[in-house]
């Protein structure tokens, strides 16, 4: 096997050492799960992904889904790999006993799903989408609605999409117009145009369930009058199904994922399209923005497992392709080197383990966050919250914006054979480009992490994160890290408060540019610090051992923390002096 | 029109009055020009790119070539653009009279092609191919094989091909092992396999002819063993062609520049190929190296244009698409915007500009380079060779690697549509990432820079580039320039000239690695400083103007000294303390 997509031993330190699983599995709610159910969950789905998996994806991109007669075809590998997912429980890892699920905490659940989101993003997607629409239903739904649909889809009879998306109104969700008007039996008649739907049909499942946006006739202009529905492609009718007026309008063509489909949706053309709302009237981008959340976590969790498939290549492709000489002995009489001894293949290979890696933990992390965050003692769950929400942007951006830089490198260090499709980087750099888009592009969360998630509750999310990464300096500090490492963390975070602070006080005082001018700017400069926080928590694991893949680390760390986190600094100068080059340029300027 | 590729307004400032055409139309070689005949040749291909290059751009991408029966077609349309291509003069423009050419000023034919490049790489990509050739064989070529190609390829009846890079060898030319040997008439027979070789069969013209690199029989190992030889698909026989077994092995499919064929083609498998050579015994590299840094700065013009004409693409999208509401006006009673209103997209934009616009006026100023120092006044011509010398593979670089990340943007601002291949940015980024690649990958170029360019002949080159710089910076400062930009770049070099000093030094001692491990650092470092010089002589230029044409490239010259100019000195930094996480890493450390 020549590529792992994901690395064993790391996984296993990360779960050992960095960020200790034991420590969740300490948690009430998980007390009847033990670390070798856990390894025997994670041995299934890594065999699973390498054997079963992997070998499908290139076929998968190749061939893509078709659309004929209204009809959607995924790639025939994709009908024999569903069941055998589902048969895996990935649909319901982490979900309750209740709905059949094992309860397994979120953060095994995560590194399963990586493997496996390493493998094949586009099976993932749709076992993602699946298990999230499932999940809203759960949360929200009344009884009848989940009587309906719920089972069926955690057992992957039916799997699901979410809707959310019109042509004209893009990620402003307050503009859409797919209307529902009530029918007098708890049911609506659903009328409008979606797109990018991923997933939206295909001959694998019997049926599949549109969690779909949409206003009650009446409701109000924006984004207070949108409620959520189930709407399925067949109905439920007396045991049976019959056809639910919802049609595939168009098969777009994806510069990657191009395993999944992703359509235009139309639904009621013929005025004959059912929906189940779920929870309140009004209250749908309230219940959408929950699983949103999860979706970006989910999101970055794909974007880390694809810069890991594609690295791991890279480092295949270095050790065994031979082309020039050492610097120092370049007679034509010595022979060639593999290309992994020319230190600029090794600077290429180490800035993609440090963003690959250094993703991974941080997922891992926010994981982690969510199983304390719902399990923990009451009285601490509240904090637990308001880390992951400040945590969210950065996990969804970094990997998607770094991964992609990631596997350009994978790209590069195959050379010309890289710019070929016989070569897998490209692929994963055209699948990897997606994740800067999908749930709120990298403009979005920028704002979403300065306008709202580190000032939101007294900066209590901003707190809660400054007092983790402090714990985790004094820990490396004990451990015996270089200190310097441990005060260049320190710094960037004052930094950070100091400056967060500036920018808070400009929005109170309806300086809404002053504040979110460099909202991008503030984001990359809090990845990079919060990436550093990974990597010092990383050294401090591997402190004190001196064997390969310690060093490996160390050095992974000490370029991290020479190269990227000293750009904290002059990022947050751009944010605190206004830089006002773009801010103030006339549109017609350009 | 909604794409014009490049801006013309753009254009004409840099003629008129940031490097000013009429300095070189003062050379004595140039007299017989004058600026209204090179606005006509402008002119005429600014309109071909236009009218009729451009639309058949997305074809050439979708249908690609085919390879059938050993033989390749390209394109339909790139049969018939071929001739009209060849009439307008681009195959000979800058090249003497002596051979049916022009003589017109490098910097007058670079701005043609950039409009050319825009439009089509695939068929630029020919044209280059055929042009450097023939070129070739112009500078080196002994009367015989001038008379068999010289005039055919010039006149576009046959095109031409640079067969360098073999399967086993790649970059490392010195370990090929294509084999020449003498037949006693003056010809060799030639064995071996060429890879990547780019319009190496097509049904366009009625012969091809590889420039290719062989080793004659007895010839030393290494690079000092290498010739070049003419290698034409069908031989001149009595006014005649017979087939000369040159066989197309392999059709490689491409990430991009999909218009053009990329091919493995094998040289005497029936042991009846032949070559004449070109050049003296054992100078192949020498030969290939004059014409590889021409090559060099045509690619660093095509990464510019690629990346300029998805830099309009996105401006023309950014205005038309509306979507959101302005930041401080939320409500949903407000219509939504264009999105060039929100600040993050004007932030891409006028990012996405400073590369562009950057990178042309570089570009256009090292064609300048090549036009002194082959006419100026003889006592100064070795000056302009050395500066250009040191611009070339920042030339190359900048345009490539900045130019890839801003073609993403111009994805990232189509957003999700963006991500679909109904819209082109997609396309301009596969094609743009070649550009990192071919004709010496980045890495190369920064061990060229750095290990060659700025430290040899007593740092002439060095020396050259600073002095320029200077007197730009006193330009500047003569016309009103806002001082601290200029005192950055004057800080910058004065820091470029002391690393550069110290990294030579340990070169001198034999620490190969301390001086060459970090040349990726100094090639960026060296790259922001010479775009912060060209937006310093644009915003001279556009001192004193308070039109919107000049506010917006004041815009962006401010944009690039408060964001990338103060990159310098921590990458110099890096290069200086020899930061050693990846030099000293053990390859089994990954």
Redesign the interface.
């Given at each position: 096997m020549s590529n792992p997509l994901i690395d064993d031993r790391f996984v296993d330190f990360l779960l050992d050492a960095v960020h200790p699983l034991d420590a969740v599995l300490e948690l009430a709610a998980y007390r009847e799960h033990d670390r070798e159910m856990c390894a025997m969950y994670l041995d299934s789905l890594r065999r699973f992904a390498r054997e079963a998996l992997y070998p499908s994806y290139a076929p998968m991109d190749v061939e893509q889904p078709t659309f004929e007669g209204g009809r959607v075809k995924m790639h025939p590998r994709a009908v024999k790999l569903w069941p055998r997912l589902v048969e895996l429980g990935v649909l319901t890892a982490a979900r309750s006993e209740a709905v059949g699920g094992f309860e397994l905490p979120r953060v095994v659940s995560l590194v399963g799903n990586l493997y496996l989101m390493a493998a094949n993003g586009s099976m993932m997607g749709l076992v993602g989408l699946t298990s999230s629409a499932a999940h809203l239903i759960e949360a929200f739904g009344g009884p009848e609605v989940q009587g309906l649909f719920l089972d069926r889809m955690y057992r992957g009879e039916w799997t699901g999409t979410m809707a959310l998306?019109e042509p004209q109104?893009?990620?402003?969700l307050?503009?859409l117009t797919t209307s529902a008007t009530p029918l007098g039996d708890g049911t609506h008649a659903i009328r409008g145009s979606k797109?990018?739907i991923s997933g939206g049909d295909h001959q694998i499942t019997g049926n599949v369930v549109h969690l779909t946006l949409a206003r009650i006739d009446g409701a109000?202009?924006?984004?207070r009058g949108i409620s959520l529905f189930a709407v399925p492609a067949r109905r439920p009718v007396d045991g049976g199904l019959e056809d639910n007026d919802v049609t595939v309008t168009q098969l777009?063509?994806?510069?990657?994922w191009r395993g999944l489909p992703s359509l235009g949706i139309a639904f009621g053309e013929r005025g004959d399209c059912r929906g189940w709302l779920v929870g309140e009237p009004g209250q749908g981008l309230r219940a959408m923005f929950q699983m949103m959340n999860e979706a970006r976590i989910g999101v970055g969790a794909q974007a880390t497992a694809t810069a890991s498939a594609a690295y791991h290549e890279a480092?295949h492709y270095?050790?065994e392709?031979t082309?020039?000489?050492p610097?120092?002995e370049r007679?034509?009489?010595r022979a060639?080197v593999?290309i992994?001894?020319?230190?600029?293949?090794?600077?290429?290979?180490?800035r993609q383990?440090a963003i690959v890696e250094g993703a991974m933990a941080l997922t891992l992390y926010a994981a982690r966050c969510a199983d304390f965050g719902r399990h923990d003692a009451p009285e601490r769950r509240a904090s637990h919250g308001l880390l992951l929400d400040v945590l969210t942007p950065i996990v969804k951006t970094f990997p998607a914006e770094y991964g992609?830089e990631s596997c350009?490198l994978s790209?590069?260090i195959h050379?010309?054979y890289?710019?070929?499709?016989?070569y897998p980087p490209?692929a994963w750099?055209r699948d990897q480009?997606?994740n800067?888009?999908?749930e709120g592009?990298?403009?979005i969360q920028?704002?979403d992490l300065l306008g709202r998630k580190v000032t939101q509750k007294g900066g209590g999310g901003l707190k809660a994160l400054l007092a983790v990464v402090g714990a985790e300096i004094a820990a490396a500090r004990e451990a015996g890290v270089d200190e310097r490492l441990c005060d260049a963390l320190q710094s960037a975070g004052e930094r950070i408060a100091a400056v967060t602070m500036i920018l808070g006080a400009r929005g109170m005082q309806?300086d809404?540019?002053g504040m979110?001018?460099h909202?991008?700017d503030y984001l990359t400069a809090m990845s990079l610090y919060v990436i550093g926080w990974q990597w010092l928590a990383i050294a401090r694991a591997a402190a004190g051992r001196s064997d390969?893949?310690a060093?490996?680390r160390r050095?992974?760390a000490?370029?991290w923390f020479?190269?990227e986190v000293?750009?904290v600094g002059?990022l947050l100068d751009?944010c605190e002096?206004g830089?006002d080059?773009?801010?103030?340029?006339?549109?017609?300027?350009?």
């Open positions: 998306t109104a893009g990620s402003s307050g503009d797109i990018f109000p202009a924006g984004t777009l063509h994806k510069v990657g480092v270095a050790r392709r082309q020039g000489r610097l120092a007679g034509p009489t060639p593999a992994i001894e020319h230190p600029d293949v090794r600077r290429m290979l180490l383990r992609y350009a790209l590069q050379g010309g890289g710019y070929t499709t016989e490209e750099l480009k997606l800067t888009i999908h592009t990298t403009g920028g704002l309806g809404v540019h979110l001018g909202s991008h390969l893949f060093r490996g050095a992974a000490q370029y020479a190269v000293p750009r002059p751009l002096a830089e080059s773009y801010l103030t340029l006339e549109p017609d300027a350009f």
